[in-house]
Structure formats: C-alpha cells, structure tokens
C-alpha cells in the first residue's frame, strides 16, 4: 500500500480526534464520510491513522486535543507522530518507551496497514511476511542479525547467511525479551502484552533470564516480561493469517472479534453480554463486512453500523 502524503495524514489525525473526542452529529459525520471519498490518498491515511485504535482511545481528551491543534498548525508528518507517541507514553498505556507506540509503527523500517498482508525480502535472503497493522526494524552488520518488531505478527524465514566464513546468528527483538532462531520458518507476535511465537521448521531459543528454553517444530510458547509463560488456548489458529484467513475452534466471540479488528480499520466493539458466545469455523479476511455478516446469520447477535468505521456488535435482542 503506498504511503499517504503528510497532508492527508493530518487531516485523518484531525478527524480521529473530532470523531473520538467530541460528540459527533450528522452533519459531522457526513462530513468526514466526503473527505474519505475525495482523493485515495485520504482513505490511506484515515487507515494509518484508524489503526491507532484503541491505543488513541486511550489518550486522555486534553492531549488527545493537543495533537489535533497540531494536526491545524500543519505540523510535518513526522512531527505529528512524534507528538502522538509523546502523548501515548504520557496517558501511561502499557507499552514501554516511546519505540513501542503506534506512532514508531508507522516510522519502522518495514510497516504494513490495516487491512493488509505484505512480504519483504532482506540482504541476506531472509524472507519476512507481515501481517496487518505490522512493522519492524532490521539492523545487520558483520556480527550477528537483528530484526526487531515493532508491532503486530511476522513470519520469517531466515536466509542461508555465510558472510566471511562463518554464519551470523540470527536474533529477534521484541517488547517482551530475545528470541535466537535456528529455524527457517517461525512465527512471531505482540498481542496483549506478550510475544507469541510459533515454530514450523527448526527451532528458536527463548532467552528466558532463568534459563534458556528452546521452542522446536510444533511448538508453541508465550513470553511476558521477560520470563516464558503458560500459553492461554484462545482456539485461534496462529498460522492462519499468512493465509488470508481466521480459523476458529471453539473461540469466545470477544476474542474473534479483537483478532477481526487488526484487518478492518475503525472501532469494532463487542457488549458484555455477547462476549462468551462461541465461534468455530475457517472466514476469509478479504471482506470483513462478510466475515460480520456471518456470524450475525449464525449467532444470537446483531450488527450496529454508525459508520463503516464504527460497528458494535449486541445481543440480538438488545
């Protein structure tokens, strides 16, 4: 997807925060619905920016303002996600430092959008794939290595490395501590706090500080603050985005639901009541409009649009 211009990305800041942060009506509304549609590079940028999500909802409205009067000001792109990262850190979201804000997503080397799978190839042959709403960093020289990621999920296959003899280690860094892969293909993701990571072929060290804890073919396992936990079964399929799709089993509507929202832009919501009800069955992410209309024709649920960007999900009978 190509990258928006810094005009339109301020303009998708500012509607983000008048469509946050301030009661919207009807004229508003249709308002933003034109600006989307007047130029492709707006509905680019309203997706960069959409897929803040929940992270900007979490901004207190005072600095949530602070960054739209930038956005007025024509602040250059950089600056405005500069400033959106400084207000993220200081509404003390859970994420630590400002290189694990969404606003360093949008600045890493590699990044994808909402909505979008891409694949990149590296100097060493290496082969990553990037799910929605990704990005990381790369950082090789004689020694060793390095991708770290930002956000989101990659599948890597590490390159056959022979530079000067001798093969460089392969390392992943992540919010959550390091990963050292003999593997050539595995999986790795951030996702409520914790790294997941899932190998196929091989295996891939986990630097536990306790002890090291080497994941192999199979295998799945979750690190949190350093130290490698017990992995919650949610019955999501973590391999199945690389195919374009969700496969569910058994999966609590509010946990589907949180993993359909990483590949549509805007607020998808569930109530309480909801939540628990089971889903189980393989959708295609190309139309999650789709995917939503499906489990309204095969759960007690309803579907509640104010916009294409805005949908909450109830009982049926709510």
Known sequence: MPTPDARAVEQAIDWLVR??????DEATRQAFEQWLRLRPENARAWQRAASLGEEFSALPPELAHLTLEGSRRRMSRRQVLKTLGLCITA?????????????????????????????????????????S????????????RLITLQDG?????PGNDAQNGFVRPFWVHTRNGGLLAHSRRFLVREENGATLLAVDQGQVTLLDPAAPVVIR???????????????MPTGLDPWAWVDGVI????????DFLAE???????????TDEVMALRVSGTYQL?????????????LPIRLHYRSRYWVTVTAKNA
Not at 153 to 157: H, Q, S
Not at 247 to 254: D, H, I
């Open 260 to 270: 359909l929202s990483h590949h549509r832009p805007g607020l998808l919501r569930c």
């Open 286 to 298: 190309a139309d999650t409009d789709q995917v939503l209309a499906l489990l309204a024709r095969t």
């Open 133 to 144: 709403n990704s990005a990381f960093d790369v950082s090789f020289n004689q020694e060793r």
């Open 19 to 24: 469509l946050r942060f301030n009661q919207s």
């Open 247 to 254: 496969s569910a089993n058994g999966t609590r509507l509010g």
């Open 91 to 131: 509404g003390s979201l859970a994420w630590v430092g400002s290189e694990h804000t969404a606003a360093s997503r949008l600045l890493a080397d590699h990044h994808s959008g909402t909505g979008e799978r891409s694949d990149v190839e590296l100097a060493d042959g290496t082969r990553v794939r990037l799910n």
């Open 153 to 157: 999920a990659l599948l890597i296959e």
């Open 217 to 231: 073919h199979g295998q799945q396992a979750q690190l949190q603050a350093g130290a490698v936990q017990p992995l």
